[in-house]
């Protein structure tokens, strides 16, 4: 892997696609090649196969163009932002597929003409990632960083017209992520027109709501075959559906949990748990489903109210599970909220209850790099913070790792009386190295910290996030 000179300053990282292609891409979005080259994002539930005809709607730097045309596809690439268009164009000239893949620099909208296309401004979001037509998108990411955001006319083209380009009978594969635009793009469509279409797999966003999206798909004669909710900050999903006159599978019949509630709290205050927006998949009549609340695996209450207030004991980490059941138990006694049960679903959460005190001090010492080990001399205490725009804003559930090696200037650490003090709690430090972890740390917030002693001490420290281990 090498480093380039990029457009208007970016940072271009030269690397190897597993079946040897040579790609460009801009530095810190190479975890697009791990989803869609080693977890198969797109091609979960069917596998694209020599000649397929595949749209790819969303093309970024041409990451899954490229792999489908390695499976064998012919490619119509459709991407509204000018540099990565650009990467697109040399990706696809580079690893000589011309032939395969046909471009489009526009983004597609309800209708033809031009279009805004909205971009984060911020050296911490690179602006390929979330370049978007809707405005509502940008601000969701925001509050994770204090953000301009651009603006600039693109060209655009409906649905129709975009299928109008497309000469082959049938398309395997309609994949959207548009940042938010999808609901926009299938609006702009209508059922005679995606007869020709096989398969729509899409990202949802969290910025329309995703029964709707799910109620659209249908109209347009599609059956969902798989649904997942994803678990990290930007509220992502994932939909697969099958033309009803292609479809192999049966639909899915789960009903879809989807748990809104702030990631953090202060200490005292009341939060709303709101489960309105989750759906049946089978019923348009939301009064089907049934809901159960389980805070830091509590038994929880069977209820039809899908809004629950909750008042926090304690402070730190707390883990909130929503369970969906779509129907109504015939007694008390049957064990409905299963997941072996068709009818059932469930989203977890976690959320931080703060100190009303909790936050930097004026002399906090800020921990910028990542994987740094950084060496201290503390007299009695020391305040850091790691400031939330230098940790990794990842799509799933990570958790802060602390690496710690505490060593007393006399005697041993066990009788040193050191302490790792967080969100008011106090912790004592029993070993010379320890590693302590916080899950699903609030991704717009700083984490603060401190530690302190009577006496003088010398103290290590690195700190690195990861994902969380699966509950």
């Not at 209508?190 to 999206?213: D, F, G, Q, S």
């Not at 805070?295 to 909750?310: A, F, H, K, L």
Request: aromatic share 12%; with cysteine.
């Amino acid at each position: 892997m090498s480093t380039v000179k990029g457009l208007k300053g970016m940072k271009i990282v030269v690397s190897k696609l597993p079946n040897n292609y040579t790609i460009e891409i801009i530095k810190r979005t190479e975890t697009m090649i791990s989803g869609i080259w080693g977890d198969n994002f797109y091609e979960r539930d069917y596998r694209i196969k020599g000649g397929d005809v595949v749209i790819d709607i969303g093309a970024n730097q041409g990451i899954f163009t490229l792999f489908a045309v390695h499976r064998g596809a012919r490619v119509y690439a459709v991407e509204p932002d000018i540099q990565n268009y650009k990467i697109l164009e040399r990706n696809i000239i580079h690893n000589n597929v011309t032939g395969h893949v046909t471009s489009f620099c526009c983004a597609i909208t309800r209708k033809d003409g031009t279009a805004a296309l909205f971009t984060p401004d911020s050296e911490y979001f690179c602006p390929s990632t979330f370049a978007s037509t809707e405005f509502s998108h940008l601000q969701s990411i925001s509050k994770y960083n204090n953000m301009a955001i651009k603006m600039s006319l693109v060209k655009a083209l409906s649905l129709e017209s975009l299928l109008s380009n497309v000469t082959e009978d049938t398309i395997s594969i309609l994949k959207i992520n548009a940042e938010g635009a999808e609901m926009d793009i299938l609006l702009g469509a209508h059922a005679h027109e995606l007869h020709r279409v096989k398969r729509i797999v899409m990202e949802t966003h969290a910025v329309y709501p995703e029964k709707e999206l799910y109620r659209l798909v249908g109209e347009l004669g599609f059956e969902t075959i798989s649904y997942e909710k994803r678990h990290g900050m930007y509220n992502t999903g994932y939909l697969y559906a099958e033309h009803s006159s292609h479809r192999r599978r049966q639909p899915r019949k789960k009903p879809v949990a989807i748990l809104e509630i702030p990631s953090e709290i202060i200490f005292g205050n009341r939060v709303m748990a709101n489960a309105g927006n989750s759906f049946s998949a089978r019923s348009p009549v939301p009064e089907t489903l049934c809901y159960k609340l389980k805070i830091d695996d509590s038994e929880g209450e069977v209820t039809c109210d899908p809004r629950n207030t909750i008042q926090f004991s304690e402070k730190g980490p707390h883990r909130i599970v929503l369970e969906v059941f779509d129907g109504q138990p015939q007694n008390k006694e049957d064990d409905v909220f299963s997941p072996d049960n068709e009818d059932y679903d469930c989203a977890e959460k976690i959320v931080w209850v703060f100190a009303p005190d909790y936050g930097p001090s004026l002399s906090a010492f800020f921990l910028i790099d990542r994987y740094k080990y950084y060496e201290f001399t503390v007299s009695h205490r020391k305040d850091f913070i790691i400031p939330a725009y230098k940790r990794s804003h990842e799509w799933e559930k990570t958790c802060i790792s602390l690496e710690i090696k505490c060593e007393p200037h006399e005697g041993d650490v066990t009788s040193a009386g050191i302490y790792f003090v967080l969100n008011g709690m106090e912790r004592r430090i029993k070993k010379t190295y320890e590693v302590f972890s916080f899950p699903c740390f609030p991704a717009e917030s700083d984490f603060c910290f401190s530690f302190r002693s009577d006496f003088d001490f010398r103290l290590g420290l690195l700190w690195c996030t990861k994902q969380c281990p699966d509950s």
